[in-house]
């Protein structure tokens, strides 16, 4: 799927020689560089709190599912791996699920049905796929710590452009004053699929320039593009 | 407390559409749409194995219900779907090959489509009973379906627009999207008459 998805499918082949927690917090970022995952990306981050939240169950789930698959690569025939791979994260967001019930009931309410959804994220499958079948168990944990904590530090981006612009908080406290008018369609759907694109956009020109800063090519080519998302 | 089933279809189809409204089944949403012809046809093979599946897990959830083994719901529902793609995969084999090697590798990752396991989590959630849990399916791939088309229509005019280099790829798509979503808002206040 990445494949299909990934407008950089260049950056790919940096994958086997880095860290893989560092590759899959910024190099790899799922969000901002794979495009996967986009359900939940755009669904729970209209606030702070329940995008970091939404990051943490998935970090948590790609952790547990990538130490398993691992551990069980070598016992998993190639043809039934991919019903493997998803009984096994349907596990561990079975346990997911009781757990964010017994700790907070409220972002329990909130995540609502996405945290049974995990199941369905395209990253976890993605990550079990690419790496953790065929790598040992300690760098396929970090893999998925790093592409966790890289998932939950997108959400939480976005959460932060959405909560500021769309109710005037950061974390539930007010950040401006009485007279702020909130933006509440950053709140609505339609923000969340700008607010990804603007930053989309933001991620993909400061690449740009950091490849050009060498050649010192004007910029200035990128701004329409901006235009256009704002 | 019954919903009827005029709601239940205009909600699910309209006023919450799965894609536009409540985020799900983006992955094929996005990466789907570049091409009318791919994607009313995806969009048709997701709506048969939703309807599908959503009738089977209505029938295994009561049995779920019945053994009290609700902590299985998500693997049961995630087994059901997997074969259900499984039999519309040799479905689509058998009866147009043409069609089977149009649509690749996006068949067999029908499974991991958020939306297809949102209709079973959800209308368990709402305590549907079987008629409502097909209308509830039918009408949430429809609109599924119908944001699809829409968007691989207005993405085949954009391709011939002379669009910012930057710009082009997911954001652009993205950008699409939120006007469509923006479009769809207008539907919201069709909840209160029903």
């Known amino acids: 799927m990445s494949e299909a ?8 082949k940096s994958e086997v020689m880095d860290n ?3 590759n899959g917090l910024w190099k790899q970022n799922p969000v901002f560089v794979q495009v996967l995952g986009m359900c939940p990306t755009l669904a729970i981050t209209n606030s702070v709190r329940n995008a970091f939240a939404m990051g943490l169950a998935t970090t948590f789930v790609l952790f547990c599912s990538n130490g398993m698959i691992s551990a069980i690569r070598k016992l998993v025939p190639k043809q039934v791996r991919i019903a493997t791979y998803i009984a096994v994260i349907a596990t561990s967001v079975t346990v997911v699920d009781y757990l964010v019930k017994a700790i907070s009931i409220d972002v329990y309410k909130a995540l609502g049905a996405y945290i049974p959804l995990i199941v369905a994220n395209c990253i976890i499958l993605e990550r079990a796929e690419a790496f953790a079948g065929k790598k040992p168990v300690i760098p396929s944990m970090l893999d998925g710590l790093g592409m966790g904590l890289g998932f939950a530090f997108a959400l939480t981006c976005l959460g932060t452009i959405r909560e500021v612009l769309g109710a005037g908080t950061f974390l539930g406290f007010p950040l401006f004053g009485k007279n702020f008018e909130p933006w509440v369609l950053f709140l609505l759907p339609p923000g969340g699929f700008i607010s990804l694109a603007i930053w989309l956009l933001t991620f993909t020109l400061w690449r740009e320039r950091k490849a050009k800063r060498a050649a010192a090519v004007q910029p200035a080519k990128s701004l329409p593009a ?5 | 407390m019954r919903e009827s089933l005029t709601h239940i279809f205009v909600d699910a189809f309209l006023i919450n559409n799965f894609v536009l409204c409540v985020f799900l089944g983006m992955c094929s949403f996005l990466g789907l749409s570049a ?13 048969f194995v939703i309807i599908v599946s959503a009738v089977l897990s209505w029938e295994t959830n009561v049995l779920l219900v019945r053994f009290h083994a609700e902590y299985l719901r998500i693997i049961v529902y ?6 259900t793609v499984q039999l519309t995969e040799m479905f689509i084999r058998k ?10 590798v996006y068949l067999p990752l029908i499974t991991t489509n958020c939306a297809v396991l949102a209709v079973p989590l959800f209308q368990t959630s709402r305590n549907y009973d079987l008629l409502q849990s097909t209308v509830f399916a039918i009408a949430a791939s429809g609109g599924y379906c119908a ?13 011939l627009g002379d669009i910012p280099r930057l710009a082009k790829g997911t954001a652009l798509t993205l950008v699409l999207a939120s006007i469509l979503s923006l479009a769809f808002m207008g539907f919201a206040g069709m909840g209160n008459g029903g």
């Open chain 1, 226 to 230: 901006m235009e256009v998302a704002s």
């Open chain 2, 78 to 83: 995630i087994v059901i779907i997997a074969a």
């Open chain 1, 5 to 12: 998805l990934s407008c950089h499918p260049s950056e790919s």
């Open chain 2, 35 to 47: 091409k009318f012809s791919t994607a009313w046809r995806m969009g048709v093979s997701v709506m």
């Open chain 2, 95 to 104: 009866k147009s090959p043409a069609l089977f090697r149009e649509l690749g």
């Open chain 1, 20 to 22: 893989p927690f560092v």
């Open chain 2, 147 to 159: 944001a699809l088309i829409l968007l691989s229509l207005v993405r085949e005019r954009t391709d």
